[in-house]
């Protein structure tokens, strides 16, 4: 007859324990589980991926609800235990259920420490530790403006880079005067902020809450130093604590968190403790992989398995920060008796600091660049000592005594079994290795199918395959070619051309004819797929709005402070006098805080609010730019032979014919055009996608430059001698370009990628050139100004109405109002 093991808590730790314990013995318990949430057991971690819009809730779901059927495990979802009866050995819940049970254990977790500040009881005061939280949060984003965020630790900055995604304004309040100040030292946190900063994120930092204003619903924060921030919503991220109510409650010996043991009991017998609830030798843990190691001692001892216990944990993170990798690790400060390695770029965003004690690595700080986190952290663990080879360590052996350091093979014998190699989804690299010698994984896509390693952020991959090799030998492993994303393990010419072949005309017919592994997609492929489909298909597929990026579906560019910038179309950077009053009118009616030209010859009116945005393009009654797109943005002119005294042709004419042509044209990346009267090309043609020099009876056409951060000088394409070859060769040019490039790839990335022999002969005969032009005039004939579709129709200007807030100025009604 099986024992009864309840277990209260379905969170992440709880669980894994659940795994690790049917495996090594699937028929001795009768297991029962209580969680409080109405969902199966989730991803905790990857919950700030849902509010960024990256994942669905589906894609953080660990374990399905038929695993839990499958297993013969009871799952009372939504149910609460409320007491324990330790003499009778039976649990409770608020349902009114009563279980019996042989064995127990607490998975409670912990609870989000809310501030007791005056107010925080008000409607819009949340805190961001489960689904609901993240519901919370998108639904305030459908109706609100303002989002405040106290707490500059990860869970915060996850937070508030989420609700930025959902078009928030977000002001992170922080009492120290480092970000992640328990995960990094003040050089990375700096890195760091300054990185956050520049992706939209306001700091607030050394400010101490007082007080939260509003009458039901938060209206702002007041500090103690007496400033005060205007928010709709407040989200605490100020820290976890065990929650350990219910175990104080039963009776049990309950410090910070329920006390435990090497093996995971509590005080009270057939008790047990596991996960951010207990405490460990005085130490509670709030990061996954001490969780995990914690369920798999617990499992064995469960299971009848003899374990050596548990020890303790030495910490490791390993973050991505909005997109930054971080990692820390052991002690990273500076202290007497301890001397630093530190290497930092700032030009690319990398800094690396290891910190030595007599000669033994005790801390790491990793930022930008974390490849070298799990040797490091293997060296802290194995305790090596450096004596006088320390630069060895980042600078390989040219950097110190000559003696060899680890490779990622030895780092891979070097490893105990036990040792966590996933941490976003705890997997071990016994784990690894089981599923590659008794499952029969000899790919890095079987191995994340079979265990979900590197299915999280996707750091450990590199430990991943090099454990893979190291078990199956290099001849062995299975090359398994990358997808376009996760999602697919096809590329991007399989896709398109199953695309073209099967006829397929929206992404959900690819992903489902395709047997897309996720059937929604990803922010990564869903993009790609709206563009591939309608470059095949442009008279069938029609646009896909929600799978555009959040610049191309508001049709403008958001702005670090939340606000937007607008920029209409003016050909080839001329303008006129009438179109210059009207932009200098709208810009005073709806108080636009900087007017600026751009390198591109055009007027930028920055710092509008969303709400503004329709009324302003109908008030400009000018075309998008499409200075937020994927597609053409602007033809730089200089004066040509109309004005200057050095120019052969008539450029300005030649710029505004090329734009007008091709204005609106959906590219796989932004793309540039300039045109040159003259070979002293002062506008400047030749580092642009495709530019036109003009010379002495004809013009030269220069191809993939790049003036970015890659800069690139164009190469020659052709020569041609009328302005009407030079429509037809752009023509040519830009429509192979749009079939043959990677989606987000610029032409001077695709045209070194395909060779430039490749394009040129692509383009040399006359019927090639005719017939790729012929299929970019289908799609230009199809494309219609966004900012008019906007204007003309009541259900596309929702999305619009639906954000403005409340109390805010109807421009209309205002103008309206002053001429009364």
Same mark, same amino acid.
């Given at each position: ?22 495996? #090594? ?25 849902? #509010? ?34 330790? @003499?009778?050995?039976? %649990? ?26 005056? !107010? ?30 106290? !707490?500059?630790?990860?869970?915060? #900055? ?11 304004? %977000? $002001? ?53 130093? !007496? ?34 043991? =090497? ?41 009848? %398995? ?61 930022? /930008? ?32 005594? /000559? ?61 991943? @395959? ?43 017919? %690819? ?30 597929? /029609? ?29 080839? !950077? ?5 179109? #210059?009053?009207?932009? $200098? ?26 709400? =503004? ?7 400009? =009654? ?73 010379? =002495? ?27 009407? @070859? ?75 109405? $639906?954000?403005?807030?409340?109390? $805010? ?12």
């Amino acid at each position: 007859m099986k024992k009864k093991l309840v277990m209260i808590g379905n969170g992440m730790a709880g669980v894994s324990f659940v795994e690790q314990l049917l495996k #090594l013995n699937p028929n001795r318990y009768e297991i029962v589980i209580i969680g409080s949430e109405p969902h199966p057991n989730y991803n905790r971690i990857m919950l700030s991926s849902v #509010l960024a819009g990256d994942a669905s809730m589906k894609d953080i779901i660990l374990n399905d609800w038929n695993w839990y059927r499958d297993n013969g495990i009871q799952l009372l979802t939504g149910q609460e235990a409320v007491s324990v009866d330790a @003499e009778e050995r039976t %649990v409770t819940t608020n349902a009114g259920v009563t279980l019996a049970y042989d064995e127990l254990v607490f998975a409670t977790g912990s609870v989000p420490f809310m501030l007791p500040l005056p !107010g925080a009881d008000k409607e819009g005061v949340i805190a961001f530790r489960d689904i609901k939280d993240c519901e919370t949060m998108m639904e305030t984003s459908k109706n609100y403006r303002k989002a405040i965020v106290i !707490g500059g630790g990860l869970l915060g #900055l996850e937070a508030a880079r989420g609700l930025i995604n959902l078009n928030m304004e %977000v $002001a992170v309040v922080h009492i120290n005067k480092n970000l992640m100040n328990l995960q990094l030292d003040e050089t990375a946190s700096r890195m760091l902020k300054a990185e956050l900063e520049s992706q939209g994120m306001r700091f607030l930092m050394e400010h101490k809450s007082a007080r939260i204003t509003g009458k039901e619903r938060v209206t702002g924060l007041t500090f103690e130093d !007496g400033t005060h921030e205007a928010a709709d919503l407040i989200v605490m991220a100020v820290g976890i604590r065990p929650n350990a109510r219910l175990a104080k409650e039963s009776g049990l010996e309950v410090n910070r968190g329920i006390v435990v043991d =090497d093996h995971l009991q509590a005080s009270i017998p057939n008790i047990h403790a596991v996960g951010e609830c207990a405490e460990h030798r005085g130490l509670t843990y709030g990061l996954v992989a001490p969780l995990y190691e914690q369920g798999a001692v617990l499992a064995k001892k469960l299971a009848g %398995v003899d374990s050596g216990g548990y020890h303790g944990t030495v910490l490791s993170t390993k973050l991505k920060v909005s997109g930054v990798n971080v990692f820390s690790a052991g002690r990273y400060t500076d202290e007497p008796g301890t001397k630093a390695l530190r290497v930092q770029d700032d030009l690319d965003g990398v800094y690396k600091k290891v910190v030595f004690e007599n000669g033994k690595i005790i801390g790491t700080v990793l930022f /930008g660049d974390t490849s070298d986190s799990s040797r490091l952290f293997s060296l802290i663990r194995s305790g090596q000592d450096f004596t006088g080879k320390e630069k060895e360590v980042l600078f390989g052996p040219s950097g110190g005594g /000559g003696s060899k350091t680890l490779s990622m093979e030895d780092l891979v014998t070097a490893m105990s079994g036990d040792e966590i190699v996933c941490g976003c989804n705890g997997v071990t690299k016994d784990t690894l290795v089981e599923a590659i010698t008794e499952k029969g994984c000899v790919s890095l896509g079987e191995l994340k199918a079979c265990t979900k390693a590197s299915a999280g952020c996707g750091g450990c991959k590199p430990l991943v @395959e090099a454990i893979l090799t190291t078990t199956l030998g290099a001849d062995q492993v299975t090359k398994v070619k990358e997808g376009i994303c996760g999602c697919t393990t096809m590329s991007r010419d399989e896709v398109v051309n199953a695309i073209q072949q099967m006829r397929l005309t929206t992404t959900k017919e %690819v992903m489902h004819v395709l047997e897309w592994h996720n059937p929604e997609g990803c922010s990564k492929c869903r993009p790609a797929l709206n563009y591939y489909l309608g470059m095949a298909f442009p008279e069938e597929h /029609g646009d896909e709005p929600e799978s555009r990026f959040v610049n191309e579906r508001n049709h403008a560019n958001i702005q670090k402070d939340g606000t937007f910038s607008v920029v209409p179309r003016i050909y080839g !950077g001329v303008t006129t006098p009438e179109d #210059l009053k009207r932009i $200098a009118i709208v810009a005073e009616k709806y108080q636009v805080p900087l007017v600026k030209f751009t390198g591109g010859q055009r007027i930028d009116l920055l710092g509008v609010k969303k709400e =503004d945005l329709p009324g302003m393009w109908k008030d400009l =009654d000018m075309p998008s730019g499409y200075a937020y797109g994927k597609s053409l943005r602007t033809v730089k002119t200089c004066v040509g032979n109309t004005f200057c005294r050095f120019g052969t042709q008539d450029a300005i004419k030649m710029g505004i014919d090329l734009e007008k042509k091709f204005e609106r044209l959906d590219t796989p990346h932004k793309v540039k055009l300039a045109v040159s009267g003259c070979p002293r090309n002062c506008a400047e043609a030749t580092i642009k996608d495709l530019g036109v020099v003009a010379i =002495d009876g004809g013009w030269e056409l220069y191809m993939a430059g790049n003036g970015g951060t890659r800069v690139r000088a164009a190469d020659l394409l052709v020569k041609v001698k009328t302005e009407e @070859e030079v429509l037809e060769w752009t023509g040519a040019y830009l429509q192979y370009y749009r079939e043959t490039a990677n989606y987000l790839e610029r032409t001077s990335e695709w045209a070194v990628r395909v060779g430039l022999d490749t394009v040129k002969k692509a383009l040399e005969k006359k019927e090639d050139r005719d017939a790729l032009n012929a299929r970019i005039d289908k799609t230009l004939d199809l494309m219609q100004d966004p900012w008019k579709q906007i204007i003309e129709n009541d259900d596309l200007r929702v999305a619009f109405d $639906a954000l403005t807030a409340k109390g $805010a100025v109807n421009p209309e009604a205002a103008a309206a109002n002053e001429s009364k």
